[in-house]
């Protein structure tokens, strides 16, 4: 009798426990060994840039929201922004220091979501719970200023939508140390644990080069040992007066970007709390022009706005003939970019590292899809 | 024993295993619960001791799918050949010095030579399944399984040796006869049970069989109703029995003190390896499988064998 092996096509998805959300991906599999991987994308298209060409300036505010909904606040800002650079609007002190301590805070919410469920990929439960708790405190915070726990609409043309509720800061000042003292916590019990090293040390290896190559951005890109960050490199909003560093790694693997986003927590810890120290305590929140939402009507041009979320580097181009809709919005997405990468990583992988690979880029498919 | 006894004792026994089950999941995700700041299962009947027979009642009243391209006999075998042998093994378990309904002097070798069956029953469930997931599952099942029965059965020899019996119940005379419970003369080997029998049962870290973030649910993929229940009753029942055997080899048995019966004790000592299990799968990330392969034939098993020429070294030397 003769014996002959087989590839498998695997079809990991769109539904799939760790795929989190939409994603496909087609893989051939030679026992163990992945030989051909396929990210198949679009399942959450819902043409996000189109609909701007027929919606007022501000009414476009919350679908970006809906791109990368674990941190709505950046997607928020850097549209305003890109509208407010068109026009040319100065934004009151006190909404640049909200704008700051939201995304910041948001920023934090959605490392530590990205922390629960890539423990969980790695078959770690607890790490979920622990995370979801945490973030649950942020989203409480974001949840008493805009009236939304995921989906904010909070920022607006020329400022924000409401002011700090009373005693806003004091609390945020007291869940930025709940926070601090829980992720020591958290990092004693997974980081130096043999079987989560092993699993990620020097798995999913990406070269300074190749990270560049393929465009990436944000902790993916940081921790191949490129020291960029945009809140650093070129200052937007008011960034330039925090004392924050940028945490990177020279290692290149799933642990390096690991190391990564734990370390960003702290430094965006430490901007909340400077932010809370600095904030005036009262003033404009929002530019007088901005305040009639729909009369919002910038003059003709173009502009290219870049910020740093989560995920990496958020953009926005906007092309105004000087009518109420925007001629067109075009959306640089991080996650989609990230996500390019992942077939040249995954060749030659067992399975087991395909999910550990995939986590560790933190890609969202909201974002992905637009 | 007559028939009609033994008849009676295995009914007996089968009812009791069960409601033992059902306590178990209880108490694990009871345990879990609480190790992740929540309540676990709080809404049926008090401290939500009624959730495992809804979650049962539940399973039962399914409707019994068996996917079209299943090859129909062996998918339907698979859970029975699963679930008997791992309730079997319990027949030579001894609850207390007169609890007990086989006394074989070779229990020990029926113990672990009757478990290894339940491979099969994975390897079946996940072949017959017709489903890739299912397969993959399996594949690593059986690898896992049977690598990790050899540093399991290598970790016993130790305390046979020092035994000279292969008969549970002498085991457990022997630890009263020298006043010492055996997890401390051949602490090595107790250590290389421990964590082989996690393998063995598929428990976390080593539950690589139905890894949920890359297998979704791994050999049963394909299961639902009472089907998946009875893979779910024969990893519980075999939890129970290997930490039986944890409990009569290393822990003593039904030894402790006077005042309260053998039974107690031995349940608790059961308890207390379950809580470890359940403990451990609250704490660490799932091992990935080639590090697990790995650690079991190059770490194990030497540890395992050195454990035997220590134990026999002593042995000879004492006389």
């Not at chain 2, 997890?183 to 428990?203: C, K, T, W």
Request: hydrophobic share 45%.
């Amino acid at each position: 009798m003769t014996t002959h092996t087989e590839e498998m096509t695997l079809n990991m998805g769109p539904q799939h426990p760790s795929t989190h959300g939409v994603f496909r991906l087609k893989v051939t599999v030679r026992g163990e060994t992945i030989t051909s991987a396929e990210p198949i994308i679009g399942y959450l298209h819902r043409g996000s840039e189109k609909l701007a060409e027929g919606l007022a300036y501000s009414q476009f505010i919350p679908y970006t929201d809906r791109l990368d909904y674990m941190n709505a606040m950046t997607n928020n800002y850097i549209y305003c922004a890109s509208v407010e650079e068109l026009m040319g609007l100065e934004i009151p002190e006190r909404a640049e220091y909200l704008r700051i301590l939201t995304m910041e805070l948001n920023r934090v919410a959605s490392h530590l979501l990205w922390w629960g469920t890539f423990m969980l990929d790695m078959g770690a439960i607890s790490p979920f719970l622990y995370a979801f708790r945490d973030r649950d405190h942020i989203l409480d915070r974001l949840n008493e200023i805009s009236g939304a726990r995921m989906t904010f609409n909070y920022m607006r043309i020329g400022g924000v939508k409401w002011d700090a509720p009373e005693g806003w800061i004091d609390r945020v000042k007291e869940t930025v140390e709940l926070i601090r003292e829980n992720i020591h916590d958290y990092d004693t019990l997974v980081t130096g644990n043999e079987i989560f090293q092993a699993r990620s040390k020097g798995v999913g290896y990406i070269s300074k080069e190749n990270a560049v190559n393929w465009g990436l951005s944000g902790p993916a890109l940081r921790a191949s040992g490129v020291k960029f960050d945009i809140r650093k490199d070129e200052p937007y909003s008011i960034y330039d007066r925090f004392d924050f560093d940028i945490p990177t790694r020279e290692e290149g693997d799933v642990f390096a970007r690991y190391k990564v986003r734990i370390a960003e927590i702290y430094e965006s810890l430490k901007i909340v709390e400077q932010a809370c120290e600095q904030i005036p305590d009262e003033g404009e929140i929002i530019h007088k022009k901005g305040k009639r939402l729909m009369m919002i009507k910038p003059p003709e041009g173009e502009v290219y706005k870049r910020a740093e979320a989560s995920k990496g580097e958020i953009g926005v181009y906007l092309v105004s003939n000087k009518k109420k809709e925007p001629y067109r919005v075009k959306l640089r997405r991080p996650s989609f970019v990230n996500v390019e990468i992942l077939e040249e990583l995954l060749i030659g992988q067992p399975i087991a590292n395909l999910v550990a690979i995939f986590g560790s880029l933190d890609v969202v498919l909201g974002e992905v899809d637009a | 024993m007559e028939l009609m006894p033994m008849v009676l004792y295995a009914g007996v026994l089968l009812q009791l295993i069960l409601a033992g089950v059902a306590a178990a999941i209880l108490f694990e995700r009871k345990v879990i619960g609480y190790m992740q700041l929540r309540t676990g299962p709080n809404r049926h009947g008090p401290w939500g001791i009624l959730q495992t027979v809804a979650d049962v009642l539940k399973l039962l009243i399914k409707e019994d799918i068996i996917p079209h391209a299943a090859d129909r006999k062996v998918f339907v075998l698979a859970p029975i050949i699963a679930f008997v042998p791992s309730f079997a093994i319990l027949a030579t378990v001894s609850w207390s010095e007169n609890l007990y309904a086989a006394d074989l002097n070779i229990g020990v070798l029926y113990f672990i030579g009757l478990s290894s069956v339940t491979t099969l029953g994975v390897l079946m469930g996940g072949w017959s399944s017709n489903n890739k997931y299912a397969l993959l599952g399996s594949m690593r099942g059986v690898a896992q399984m049977i690598s990790y029965e050899i540093p399991l059965v290598l970790s016993i020899v130790g305390v046979v040796i020092l035994v000279g019996s292969l008969n549970l119940r002498d085991i457990v005379f022997f630890q009263e006869s020298i006043g010492l419970w055996l997890f401390i003369p051949q602490f090595l080997g107790f250590v290389v049970y421990m964590i082989s029998a996690i393998a063995e049962l598929n428990r976390s870290p080593f539950d690589l069989p139905e890894a949920e973030s890359e297998l979704v649910s791994g050999y049963h993929t394909e299961y639902s109703g009472f089907r998946m229940a009875f893979f779910m009753l024969a990893e519980y029942v075999y939890a129970i029995a290997i930490s039986a055997l944890a409990t009569t080899i290393f822990f003593g048995g039904w030894l402790g003190p006077d005042f309260l019966p053998g039974e107690f004790w031995f349940l608790l000592k059961m308890c207390f390896f379950m809580f470890v299990w359940f403990w451990l799968r609250a704490t660490l990330p799932r091992a990935r499988v080639d590090h697990l392969m790995n650690f079991g034939w190059k770490v194990l098993i030497p540890l395992a064998l050195l454990n035997i020429v220590i134990t026999s070294i002593i042995k000879v030397w004492m006389g």
